[in-house]
């Protein structure tokens, strides 16, 4: 499970956010969320993708890592 990259990814952004100084920190609130991606492969090549932010549009809530079902714990 330490090789989730997920669960690294997730980590890094949150070692990120924790470097930000302070008056950003009070300007700008991070909360990490989870989006449905659709990938569309067509003919021809053609590529697509529609990404379903849900809630509201701010993304679902981020409870367990979707890779590899950790739960995620900590503030997000
Ligand atoms: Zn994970």
Redesign the pocket.
């Known amino acids: ?1 330490d090789d ?1 990259r ?2 690294k990814s997730l980590e890094f952004k949150k070692e990120l956010d924790a470097r930000r100084d302070k008056l950003e920190k009070q300007l700008f609130k991070k909360k990490y969320t989870v989006a449905i991606v659709d990938r569309i492969l067509g003919p021809y090549g053609r590529r697509g993708r529609i990404t379903d932010y849900g809630f509201r549009g701010c993304g679902y809530p981020l409870k367990y ?1 979707p ?4 739960k995620i714990t900590g503030r997000l």
Not at 67 to 70: A, V
Request: aromatic share 12%; glycine share 12%; net charge positive.
């Open positions: 499970m989730c997920f669960c890592c890779m590899c079902g950790k």
